[in-house]
């Protein structure tokens, strides 16, 4: 089998280098979660995603022109590569910017977080990926971590339903984004597929945040310097250089793997929300900590054949 465009074969990936991913994704995307809350309480939602992810896309499409990589989509992609921006980019940041809104960051984390249960449920529908034991049992593990942050959640999911569906709908949406694109595997670059799917996928918010912000340009005359260091933030770190390296790895990565490597962010998140908010983590984040840690050297390492 030939090798395609743009796209590693998975077993080219050295564990350092996604470890490496990993570390980028848990800091900072981690840390977004708080600033995105500030940010959504500075901008309507819709307004705030609408006015950072073009930049972020561009960023990507400059990258990949400066590299020397094509930034063409052959017109057989088009369907598929719409399809992946409106669950990976619209449905995830649609459904997650309302309900960040109504919940505390750290809350919003764990339960975005889910995605790992989502995307190996897809992956075994869709890909029919084995799974081998070892990988099994760090699921298991991870969410064991996510079990026993989301313990006292239960009753904070009941006085705020809406938020909780809301936010579990984007992780069900990325899950699926994800495991799409691990199928289909687009013959194209990294920055220019990642790139194009931001722009693509922003489309849709611009135009809903037209209807339900009838006064953008009055919202962004008044923002503050917090709101304006979250709009920078997501757009050169949260958006450019994470939403990189999660598609790097989902695109090299088995779905099992890249999914798990996503377990540290609502930890980070937990933590940051603490410094930044002030909200108030328990000792079952140090709990979920060790147990994250451990399902992911249970998935990152080489397995001995």
């Given at each position: 089998m030939t090798r395609r465009a743009g796209l590693p074969a998975a077993h080219h990936a050295a564990p350092a280098s996604s470890l490496l991913l990993v570390v980028i994704l848990s800091l900072v995307w981690g840390c977004n979660w708080p600033i995105l809350k500030l940010g959504v309480t500075g901008l309507a939602p819709l307004t705030f995603r609408a006015i950072t992810l073009p930049f972020a896309a561009l960023g990507l499409l400059l990258l990949a022109r400066l590299s020397g990589e094509s930034t063409r989509i052959p017109r057989a992609w088009w369907p598929r590569v719409v399809v992946l921006a409106l669950f990976n980019i619209t449905g995830w940041n649609a459904l997650i910017l309302f309900g960040i809104q109504q919940m505390a960051a750290g809350r919003a984390a764990i339960l975005a977080y889910t995605l790992p249960i989502w995307s190996v449920l897809f992956s075994l529908w869709l890909l029919h990926e084995p799974i081998s034991a070892r990988k099994l049992a760090g699921l298991i593990v991870g969410m064991a971590g996510m079990a026993v942050l989301l313990g006292e959640e239960i009753f904070n999911?009941?006085?705020?339903?809406?938020?909780?569906?809301?936010?579990?709908?984007?992780?069900?949406?990325?899950?699926?984004?994800?495991?799409?694109?691990?199928?289909?595997?687009?013959?194209?670059?990294?920055?220019?597929?990642?790139?194009?799917?931001?722009?693509?996928?922003?489309?849709?918010?611009?135009v809903a945040a037209l209807w339900?912000?009838?006064?953008?340009?009055?919202?962004?005359?008044?923002?503050?310097?917090?709101?304006?260091?979250?709009?920078?933030?997501?757009?050169?770190?949260?958006?450019?250089?994470?939403?990189?390296?999660?598609?790097?790895?989902?695109?090299?990565?088995?779905?099992?793997?890249s999914s798990l490597s996503s377990l540290p962010v609502p930890v980070v998140g937990v933590v940051s929300g603490m410094l930044v908010l002030g909200e108030r983590p328990g000792a079952s984040e140090v709990i979920a900590l060790t147990l994250v840690l451990a399902s992911l050297a249970a998935v990152m390492f080489p397995e001995r054949k």
């Open positions: 999911v009941r006085r705020a339903p809406v938020a909780a569906i809301l936010i579990i709908g984007a992780a069900v949406s990325w899950a699926m984004g994800t495991v799409l694109l691990r199928r289909w595997a687009p013959p194209l670059p990294q920055n220019t597929l990642t790139g194009w799917m931001m722009l693509l996928g922003w489309m849709p918010l611009v339900f912000d009838p006064h953008p340009f009055t919202s962004l005359a008044a923002m503050s310097g917090t709101t304006w260091f979250a709009v920078i933030y997501n757009i050169f770190l949260a958006g450019t250089l994470a939403y990189w390296a999660w598609f790097r790895m989902a695109r090299t990565l088995p779905v099992a793997v």
